[in-house]
Every structure is written in C-alpha cells, then in structure tokens.
C-alpha cells in the first residue's frame, strides 16, 4: 500500500493589536521553571493579578489537531503519554493595499518550535521565546549532535543547575535550511504544564508568534496562512 499525505486542518487566530487595545491592561501569565530554584511552583497562581503589555502588532495562535491533543494511559496507574507534534511552521503572511490591485506582498517565515534561544545568534529576542524544561537526555540525543548553531551553543553553555532553555525562534524562509537532528521531542503538553499548547504566553514562537507589523506602512489588508 502506497503511503498518502493527509492534510489535517487547524484552527488559526489573530489578535490585532492597536493603541486602542494596548491602552487596556492584559493579564499575561507566564509559566517559570525558573522558579524551581528556590522550591516554588512555575504554575502562574489562579487569579493572579500581573499584567503585561502587549506590544502593536498581530499575535498569531494555532490550534493543533484533536489527536494531537489527546493523551493515551496505557495502565490504570501510568503516565499519561502524548504524541509528538510537528516542530517546524510555516507561516505565509500576505498584505494587501487596498488601492493594489496586483499581487499581494508575501512575508515566509519558518518557526523552529523545539530550537533554544543563545544570545547574540537569535534573529529576535528573548521575549519572543518560551520557558521550557529541557530533558537532559534529549539534549544530549539531538542538541549535542546537531550541527545547528544555536542548539550547539546552548549545550556549550554548560549546566547552570536547570536544564532550562527558551525555546521557540522564528527565521526568515530566505536562506533558511535545516540542519537540526531528527529527535523530536515536542508534544501539546510541556513537563508539568499541561495548558503548553493552548495558551500563547506559554508557547510563544511554538504554536504561536508575533508580528510587529514594522514592514508595513499604510492601510492593509492581512491574511495569515500556517502550515
């Protein structure tokens, strides 16, 4: 039997936002593994209070498929397991004028979802990526063999007592070219966070990213396409 593609559709959302937007306060809760270090939960507390300020721009959420969602117990008292979950995006944004009646401009972007941040190599900064608690053995499997820069320079920095990277870097599809290991480790669950996949200020440039807009000038209109 031949092999098929099978094309699973997801649920795409866009928050524009814009001065007037910005001016409301937003309770953007963050998940902290860091806290970890000093014998505290990294779950944000229920209710808490903490905003934070959304910056102009779109911020762009997808859903992923149900089954990729669903987690599976094989025994009464096991763990709970999830699949892996695609770790490379592409995201198509396409503005048009509304006084163009050509072609619509395209920006291609490639989110690396499993990719740590390293100061001075990230073509964005450290706000655009997500906290995540990195196996050690997964590291060791598919970070310390690749020959990608960013993932060999984050185990060059050594162990600091976490294995805490930020994951989650977004790289303009011009000129960009694979170079990772195949070990995958992803799944809609992060460890001890299981709202990883469904809330965006947990999974920046994972299942979501942001889009300042900074390309633009004038009144467009914006379609966005994840794949």
């Known amino acids: 039997m031949d092999a098929a ?11 524009m936002v814009n001065a007037g937007v910005k001016a409301d306060p937003t309770c953007i809760w ?3 593994y860091a806290a970890l ?7 944000p507390r229920g209710c808490d209070t903490a905003t934070g300020q959304l910056d102009p721009g779109v911020y762009l959420h997808w859903t992923l498929p149900n089954a990729m969602r669903s987690g599976r ?3 009464a008292a ?3 397991n999830y699949p892996l979950v695609p770790n490379r995006w592409l995201v198509l944004r396409l503005a048009r004028s509304p006084s163009s009646s050509g072609a619509p401009a395209v920006k291609a972007m490639v989110v690396e979802s499993d990719c740590p941040f390293v100061a001075g190599l990230a073509p964005g900064d450290f706000t655009q990526s997500s906290s995540y608690w990195a196996d050690p053995d997964m590291v060791q499997k598919a970070w ?3 020959q990608e820069p960013h993932r060999q320079q984050w185990v060059a920095m050594g162990d600091s007592g976490l294995p805490l990277a930020s994951i989650g870097i977004r790289f ?7 170079q990772a290991a195949s070990d995958m480790f992803l799944t809609a669950v992060a460890p001890a966070n299981p709202a990883f996949s469904g809330y965006f200020p947990h999974h920046r440039n994972v299942f979501g990213t ?3 807009l900074s390309d633009l000038s004038g009144d467009q209109t914006l379609s966005y396409y994840v794949l």
């Not at 593609?5 to 928050?15: F, H, Q, S, T």
């Not at 270090?37 to 779950?43: G, H, L, N, Q, T």
């Open 5 to 15: 593609n099978v094309i699973v559709p997801m649920r795409c959302e866009a928050l």
């Open 30 to 32: 963050q998940f902290q």
């Open 37 to 43: 270090a000093d014998f505290k939960s990294p779950e």
């Open 73 to 75: 117990q094989e025994a």
């Open 78 to 80: 096991g763990p709970v």
């Open 144 to 146: 310390k063999k690749s």
């Open 172 to 178: 303009p599809l011009e000129g960009w070219t694979e």
């Open 210 to 212: 942001y889009d300042d």
